[in-house]
């Protein structure tokens, strides 16, 4: 369960979001419930990030990640924080674990400059060697696994600076 | 010395036929494909070596207590050996992915198809009903299965039969791609899938292979002991309190009687036996079985994007077979080879668990069809 403490016209509303399986949550808008399926979702990158609300820190609540663009009216939009929950709501810069499995080697360090296509890591899931590749050209800033280490689907594993 | 000496003396080459050197130079085939190309090494290796043993002139480990004979005997004759090996596949196999993504069972039941349709193309071609259900049983792309299947519908067939299942199985990464090529679109085969996790609890993995057991077993009695023995295995590997049996059984198990149903399938490859017109037909319609699975597995898998309205990645159909977890991997490289950053892995895992277990089933509906 997420807490939202969001601002739309200088009235607060507050949205708990319960993530029930991988693509489903029940939003908790006041008393009512519902249920939402998230179809499909993407990082709108160049979208202009305009964080309008001071977050109190002591409510617990986390600032709408980045990714939302301002205005998105899309249903997906307030399910998008619990999507990636452990990539820090990056999204496109960071590399997140695609399926569960074992770091098996790295082939960047921070600082490379890596273009699009560029062998990153290999991930060994079911026993299968996955290379993970960069989707974008860019400067690692920060590679958060070793070889060994077992991630979760979803866990960041690479920064990109910027 | 008497002629007779000579003779006796010389029994080994006098005793040379034409079929046995040719089986002697398949046997030879079957190893080198196993130590250069890793072709099924641990199966075709002790195969090649049963079959080169077994027609050696006057070869003494075969007949009466003979070595090969002795081993048929004890385990390959009365399906002992295809049923402990899947105690060992249990043990080894995750039907985790499976689990969390139940639809995929429907995959599996598609990539059966091309077993039923080969049947019926040998029977057409003039094998008996027993020859064509065994032969149909190479689609479902699994040794212990077939020489489970045509050792009892079919003995005299079991050499070319599992030397057709083995050897095809070794070529799933060769025969498939093509076939998932032909079969769809490049922005088919890129669809991502977001991989849905869920949290599969340790009750629902040790229900499942008991409920599986008891409704198969229910639903379709010739395919108790097969299905029985995969569970039974898999029971061992969820229920995490017997990881010596588990062990045992994944290991020690399943190799020692890997070499000892290699050794035995291979002394049934006789020359007079083996060296039939049959033997390529065999081989033929089991090549055409598996491309039939294939194509059903990802025609399906193409109906299933189109109920889905677009979000189901038809190559994943073409995991439903038994070959686990080779299936799902090339179903994984052929994605990959469209869009480098989409993993299809997982859920290509749980179609290609559940073509394992369908492939069970389907041997026994085949037997009870033509126990009928």
């Known amino acids: 369960m997420r807490r939202y403490t969001v601002k739309i016209n200088d009235?607060?509303?507050?949205?708990?979001?319960?993530?029930?399986?991988?693509?489903?949550?029940?939003v908790h808008l006041g008393d009512r419930l519902v249920d939402v399926t998230l179809v499909d979702h993407e990082d709108l990158a160049q979208a202009q990030i305009a964080p309008a609300v001071e977050i109190p820190s002591s409510t617990g609540t986390r600032p709408l990640p980045a990714a939302v663009p301002s205005g998105a009216s899309r249903p997906a939009a307030a399910t998008q924080p619990t999507?990636?929950?452990?990539?820090n709501g990056i999204g496109r810069n960071t590399v997140a674990a695609p399926m569960p499995g074992v770091v098996l080697s790295i082939e960047v360090a921070p600082g490379a400059v890596v273009t699009r296509g560029q062998l990153l890591l290999v991930l060994e899931a079911m026993k299968m060697k996955n290379d993970i590749r960069a989707e974008r050209d860019g400067v690692i800033a920060s590679v958060s696994v070793a070889p060994g280490d077992q991630v979760r689907h979803g866990d960041p594993m690479i920064a990109y600076e910027g | 010395?008497?002629?007779?000496?000579?003779?006796?003396?010389?029994?080994?080459?006098t005793n040379v036929t034409w079929q046995s050197l040719v089986m002697i130079a398949v046997g030879c085939l079957l190893i080198f494909l196993a130590v250069s190309r890793e072709y099924e090494p641990l199966l075709l290796l002790p195969i090649g070596a049963g079959a080169i043993l077994a027609n050696l002139p006057l070869s003494p480990l075969v007949g009466e207590h003979g070595l090969l004979s002795v081993l048929y005997d004890i385990g390959v004759g009365n399906e002992l050996f295809p049923?402990?090996?899947?105690?060992g596949i249990g043990a080894l196999t995750d039907f985790g992915p499976l689990l969390e993504n139940p639809k995929m069972v429907l995959l599996g039941a598609a990539g059966q198809f091309g077993i039923f349709l080969?049947?019926?193309?040998?029977?057409?071609?003039?094998?008996?009903?027993?020859?064509?259900?065994s032969i149909g049983i190479i689609?479902?792309?699994d040794g212990p299965t077939s020489i489970y299947v045509s050792g009892i519908l079919a003995p005299h067939l079991l050499g070319p039969i599992t030397v057709a299942a083995y050897s095809y199985m070794a070529l799933v990464p060769i025969i498939m791609p093509p076939v998932m090529r032909l079969l769809t679109t490049k922005q088919e085969r890129a669809i991502r899938m977001p991989y849905s996790q869920r949290q599969i609890s340790q009750r629902t993995r040790i229900l499942f292979p008991i409920v599986v057991t008891i409704g198969v077993g229910i639903l379709v009695p010739f395919a108790t002991p097969l299905i029985g023995c995969l569970m039974l295995g898999n029971l061992m590997r969820e229920s995490r309190v017997v990881?010596?049996?588990?062990h045992a059984a994944s290991n020690e198990l399943a190799n020692i009687v890997t070499l000892f149903l290699g050794l035995a399938i291979g002394s049934t490859m006789g020359g007079e036996a083996f060296l039939r017109p049959a033997t390529l037909a065999i081989l033929a319609l089991g090549l055409l079985a598996f491309v039939l699975d294939t194509a059903a597995g990802v025609l399906f898998g193409k109906l299933m994007n189109v109920v889905s309205g677009g979000k189901f990645n038809p190559l994943i159909g073409a995991a439903g077979i038994s070959a686990f977890p080779m299936a799902a991997r090339v179903v994984q490289k052929e994605a990959a080879r469209e869009d480098y950053s989409n993993f299809v892995l997982m859920h290509a895992m749980g179609a290609n668990a559940a073509g394992q277990v369908a492939s069970v089933v389907a041997g026994g509906v085949l037997l009870a069809l033509m126990a009928g």
């Open chain 1, 11 to 26: 009235i607060e509303h507050t949205l708990d979001v319960e993530e029930t399986a991988r693509d489903r949550f029940v």
């Open chain 1, 83 to 87: 999507v990636r929950p452990r990539s």
């Open chain 2, 1 to 13: 010395m008497t002629d007779e000496t000579w003779s006796q003396l010389l029994a080994g080459l």
């Open chain 2, 83 to 87: 049923l402990l090996i899947f105690i």
């Open chain 2, 118 to 133: 080969t049947l019926i193309l040998a029977l057409l071609l003039g094998f008996s009903r027993e020859e064509a259900a």
């Open chain 2, 139 to 141: 689609g479902a792309i």
């Open chain 2, 243 to 246: 990881e010596r049996l588990t």
